[in-house]
């Protein structure tokens, strides 16, 4: 017994970090293309710096991507050619609505995505969409504050509903807003603020987080009533918070920083704030606006299913511990002894994997997506061009093998799997290119050079493999 039949194997990739075109067929500008590569970037994306337009001197990687805007079919059919049975990809926002609070939205965005949805069903892949993927129009931060404002809902809602009726029929699986724990890490790139000096942080990401939580609940009411065929999942960083050691200072340590995440999937999966969430909430002095149609409309539109990010376990340590930080991870915590890391320093933990999907099926006892794993490496080419990226297979291999486990011995339910970045694409932490994540390689390098062109990597043949054995030849 492996994985179930009809297992939906494939990748995962971003607007923002692959299509380019930024100022194309009428594209408004938005968050995700103003945060340069750099030093500067996480300052940016933290909301600390605020850069809300492009400035002299910084190099901004999303201006171009990987070109997938005019290269998207020639990538989907190096999908088609592993044998993709789904393919995850984002809307850019401002393609539909370039400044997010037209009347009408633009024909020239609507028409590129059905381009691309078409593509797939050319070849039978399931288009995953993530309706945004930290993406907020510019204008919308400029005029309205982003998500601090209860008027995003109304916009965001009819984009959801411009994109249901649109795309009826052609695409089947929607995910709300990705990553919806990362507003509390990077708020500019999560949620499209930027703080005022002295200002209450904690407020005001609740508050926005207070406002994707419902906007995410009218749009899942919103797609049922167009089409009820239509799946509607939410997003989680995921990763669950080991306790440094038996301590029980470490152990509540771990469990608070649990919570600090699933927050979101309990309102998006119960339909209501937890009782640990409003205790917090009234502690730390925050103060939410609830209305009676909020309360109604997250109870009745819980999500379908739970999709969720997957890259490494954390490790939380209570006071007093002698743990050290972890570093270059939007997350915070202390280094796990146990685990090795990647170049990047993130811990590599494939049990993690199986021990998170176990956590979040017995809290939400629905069907789980596993949307992003992967490796970000940098990759040598050889002399002859080929591509060897044994590293990547072996990382993948290991976190198959547990979601397997997950699967088969733990009984948790799991409709796919989709890989981040199978093809190259711009790193959203870093914004360079050298932190590799693909199947397929892309010529193009962190100042922007190359050629762009496309080249199969070892794991690419690896991986088709896999997909035609259905997960029972890892190689
Ligand atoms: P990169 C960390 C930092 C930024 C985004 O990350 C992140 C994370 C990890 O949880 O989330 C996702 O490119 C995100 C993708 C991103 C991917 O992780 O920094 O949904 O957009 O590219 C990998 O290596």
Redesign the pocket.
């Known amino acids: 017994m492996g994985f179930p039949k009809g297992f939906l194997w494939g990748g995962a990739t ?1 607007a923002n ?1 692959c299509e380019g075109a930024y100022n194309l067929d009428g594209r408004g500008l938005a968050n995700v293309d103003v945060m340069p590569h750099g030093p500067e970037r996480w300052p940016v994306g933290t909301g600390v710096r605020p850069m809300l337009d492009f400035e002299e001197g910084y190099y901004y990687p999303a201006q171009s991507g990987i070109d997938f805007y005019h290269r998207y079919r020639e990538d989907i059919a190096l999908f088609a050619e592993m044998g993709f049975k789904v393919f995850r990809m984002s809307i850019a926002w401002s393609r539909i609505f370039p400044k997010g609070d037209e009347q009408e939205p633009n024909e020239a965005g609507l028409a590129f995505y059905e381009d691309v949805f078409r593509e797939c069903q050319k070849y039978g892949i399931e288009p995953l969409v993530t309706i945004t ?1 930290f993406d907020c129009p510019i204008h919308l931060i400029t005029q309205y504050g982003g998500w601090r404002n209860c008027k995003l809902i109304d916009f965001y809602k009819k984009l959801a509903r411009t994109l249901f009726t649109r795309y009826r029929g052609l695409v089947r699986y929607w995910l709300t807003f ?2 919806i724990n990362m507003i509390l890490h990077a708020p500019f790139m999560g949620a499209g603020l930027v703080f005022e000096e002295g200002e209450n942080k904690q407020q005001v990401k609740y508050t926005a987080a207070h406002h994707e939580l419902v906007a995410s609940a009218w749009a899942t009411k919103i797609a049922h009533e167009i089409d009820p065929d239509i799946q509607v999942g939410c997003m989680l ?1 995921a990763g669950s918070y080991y306790p440094y050691s038996p301590r029980p200072e470490d152990v509540r340590a771990a469990q608070l920083s649990n919570q600090e995440n699933y927050f979101f999937i309990d309102v998006q999966s119960r339909g209501s704030y937890p009782a640990y969430a409003l205790r917090m909430l009234e502690r730390e002095g925050i103060e939410l606006d609830i209305s009676d149609e909020d309360r109604r409309i997250l109870a009745d539109h819980t999500v379908d299913f739970i999709s969720f ?1 997957y ?1 490494s376990s954390r490790c939380a340590a209570g006071e007093g511990s002698d743990a050290d930080q972890v570093k270059g ?2 997350f915070a915590g202390v280094k796990n002894p146990y685990l090795s890391e990647s170049q990047w320093g993130w811990a590599i933990d494939p049990l993690g994997l199986r021990i998170t999907m176990n956590e979040l099926y017995d809290r939400y006892q629905k069907p789980l997506f596993v949307v ?1 794993n992967g490796l ?1 490496a940098i990759d040598r080419v050889a002399e002859d061009g080929s591509i060897d990226d044994e590293y990547r297979i072996e990382y993948l291999r290991q976190h198959i093998q547990a979601m397997r486990d997950a699967i088969t011995e733990d009984g948790v339910e799991l409709l796919g799997y989709t890989t ?1 970045g199978p093809i190259d694409l711009v ?4 914004g360079e290119m050298s ?1 590799r994540y693909g199947f397929i390689y892309v010529d193009r390098d962190d100042a922007g050079e190359g050629s762009l062109e496309r080249s199969r990597k070892k794991s690419f043949y690896w991986y088709q493999r896999v997909i035609e054995t259905n997960g029972e030849d890892l190689g």
């Open positions: 971003a970090q993927h990705n990553e960083a990010s890259y991870n939007a992003e970000g981040w790193s959203a932490g870093t932190k």
